[in-house]
């Protein structure tokens, strides 16, 4: 996973913290979000040390202090998610490592990982075991009592800027039964483009029916067909931004026809009023389309800190982004740089044209009304842009012209049934933070529909070394990949202190011969940041700690803990609850990590 985007508020909030974490031995991480007390600083042991009794002068060998970390570019395994669909919409599932190609920047790439992913493969990853007495391993998973953790985020998304009531009761509908296809390891969150409706990610079922009542239409504006003159947002642009003249005239008719009587002499004021009401149209539509921007960016922002699989389904019956594009161009960017895939949805279902009101027909006029009538057939058609866009530019789907939405709804936003999983690893990467393009092909040339995410963006060249590490640390952190370059084990180790409290001890036990010294003076020497994560049973980030030990072994103690391994401490007060632990650690001499999930099940 390369270098991931940082957010205003809550990704801004992670990296500042993660400034200070990774700079100061023993220093708390917190993160601002809603489901979280911001009010009691928690005390931890930051000690770090052999299991055994250090020896005379081994405080001087294995030690904490406050100092950032050295950084080298570690090029990381590019994974790239793959559904393949016939002709009829099936998932094809008998495709092997050798059926795929892979571009980068249309060069081929060697698929160095392979691996076919069902709800039976997912589901066998995301349990972790606690057993009765406490304690937990990732090493071992066959004890105890099973937890299923969360690996999937999927952020329902309702455009009720742009809804129509027929609009949201079709969609509520749908969503009830969306739920239904969710796997035990899916967290879904519901929000709106309006920002009034928020419901946090959780498996419970009931809570998201409730929170699809709070989804109704919240336009910014209000619009009739009986202004004098009626300019909708689509010819409006003609006139503000092409200075399409013919839009212009047609305006100006309407309004010489409902405002001046059709007087001729009127006519140079009824263009006035024209312009006046295209010109409002415009600012109106755009203020809409910005609103739900900002508030599609906080989903964005809020998904890409979930540690797993991130899916963004955006219900709307779509709008017009004419002067905006770059707005959208730059939300595919983002998501990109989260790995989230956005899926789209077309609210309206399948639907023909809006012809106008029969029984409430608009002030069209004999001499405006084919104009106006084609200005209301090309907006429908226009509004399907932005989401197609949005679908595309993350290697989502567009969902459109169907009536079936709620099996969209069960496409987008639940697990394929069967996906593939390429990795490579980018051959001569420039280090200049540039989008590069992917493409996955199959070589027996079938007219399969492949479904992938479009690209990546490199890493950048960072002049501190010290940021470049918190970076990637942090992206490691807000992952679910597992990463074995060093030799590393989890524990995890709790005791009830009362009936509403308990510490947590998670153990990061480290194998030294997979760990590369460096000698100096005599001395095997090394450091190793140790981070640690505790996430809740939804995946919000609870609480973590991040270590600096510093190493300079002398041969004889080198020799002994190559025998009995190496193990540091990290205790956390949390209150009864099923958490997820997220270990990452990073050595600096050679650049290598080591990530492992865990689970802990504290008993009320």
């Not at 294995?62 to 570690?74: A, C, E, H, M, Q």
């Not at 998201?208 to 919240?218: K, M, S, V, Y």
């Not at 399907?384 to 567009?398: C, I, N, S, Y």
């Given at each position: 996973?390369f ?30 979000t ?15 040390k ?7 002068g081994q405080?001087?060998e ?13 090029v990381n395994?590019?994974?790239v998610?793959v559904v ?5 919409g ?19 790439q ?18 972790a075991?606690t ?47 969306f ?15 309006s920002g009034?409706?928020?419901q946090?990610f ?5 809570k ?11 336009s ?20 503000v931004?092409?200075?399409d ?53 906080d ?13 963004l ?17 730059e ?11 956005i899926?789209t ?10 012809m ?18 084609s ?8 509004q ?15 969902f459109?012209?169907?009536?079936d ?17 390429l ?44 940021e ?31 009936e ?52 300079n ?8 803990l ?12 949390l ?16 650049a ?13």
């Open positions: 996973m270098h991931s985007l940082l957010f205003p508020g809550f990704r801004r909030t992670i990296l500042l913290v993660f400034a200070c974490c990774l700079s100061v031995s023993g220093s708390r991480l917190y993160a601002q809603p489901a979280l007390p911001q009010d009691a600083p928690l005390k931890t042991d930051s000690t770090a052999p299991p055994s009794a250090p020896a005379a405080n001087e294995v030690s904490s202090r406050d100092t950032p970390t050295t950084f080298k570019v570690r395994l590019v994974l998610r393949v669909r016939d002709s009829q099936k998932i094809v599932s008998n495709l092997k490592k050798e059926d795929f190609q892979l571009f980068d920047n249309r060069k081929l060697t698929i160095s990982s392979f691996s076919v992913e069902t709800p039976e493969t997912r589901t066998a990853s995301a349990v075991s057993d009765a007495e406490g304690s937990s391993s990732s090493a071992d998973a066959a004890v105890g009592k099973s937890v299923v953790l969360p690996q999937r985020f999927v952020s329902m998304v309702f455009d009720d800027v742009h809804l129509s009531m027929a609009d949201a009761a079709f969609v509520r509908d749908s969503a009830t039964r739920f239904e296809a969710l796997a035990a390891s899916d967290r879904v969150s519901l929000n709106t483009t009034q409706l928020t946090e959780t498996d419970d079922h009931n998201l029916a409730e929170a699809l009542f709070g989804i109704l239409p919240r910014l504006t209000s619009h009739n067909s009986h202004e004098c003159p009626d300019v909708g947002y689509y010819q409006a642009d003609l006139i931004n092409k200075s003249q013919q839009a212009l005239g047609v305006a100006t008719e309407e309004a010489l026809q409902c405002a001046f009587n059709a007087d001729p002499r009127m006519r140079a004021a009824a263009q006035n009023l024209a312009q006046v009401a295209a010109d409002r149209a415009v600012a109106q539509g755009d203020d809409e389309t910005e609103y739900a921007y900002r508030h599609l960016e989903v964005v922002r809020r998904l890409a800190s979930m540690p797993g699989q991130r899916v389904v955006l219900v709307s019956p779509g709008f017009i982004a004419s002067t905006l594009q770059s707005e959208a161009s939300m595919v960017d983002r998501a990109t740089r989260a790995n989230i895939v899926n949805i077309d609210a309206r279902g399948l639907y023909t044209p809006d106008g009101d029969i029984a409430d027909p608009p002030n069209d006029t004999i001499r405006t009304a084919g104009f106006k009538t200005y209301r057939v090309s907006t429908q058609v226009a399907e842009d932005v989401l197609a866009q949005l679908a595309d530019g993350t290697g989502g789907k567009f459109h012209n169907r009536n939405v709620d099996e969209a709804m069960r496409e987008a936003g639940a697990a394929p049934a069967l996906s593939y999983l990795g490579f690893a980018p051959q001569n990467l420039k280090i200049d933070g540039r989008f590069h393009m992917l493409k996955v092909a199959l070589t027996n040339k079938q007219k399969f529909e492949i479904q992938a995410r479009h690209g990546y963006f490199a890493p950048k060249t960072l002049t501190d070394p010290a470049a590490t918190k970076l990637e640390m942090q992206e490691a952190l807000f992952s679910q990949e597992e990463i074995r370059d060093l030799p590393v084990e989890l524990q995890t180790q709790f005791f009830k202190k009362d509403v409290q308990a510490r947590l001890a998670v153990l990061t036990r480290l194998d030294v011969k997979g760990i590369h010294f460096q000698k100096v003076r005599g001395r095997n020497n090394d450091q190793l940041t140790i981070v640690t994560g505790i996430f809740d049973e939804n995946g919000n980030f609870v609480t973590g700690l991040s270590k600096v030990v510093e190493m072994l002398l041969d004889t103690t080198y020799t002994r190559s025998r009995s391994g190496f193990t540091v401490k990290t205790s956390f007060d209150k009864p609850g099923t958490y997820l632990v997220r270990l990452v650690v990073r050595d600096a001499v050679g290598q990590m080591a990530a492992r999930n865990g689970a802990v099940v504290i008993p009320y």
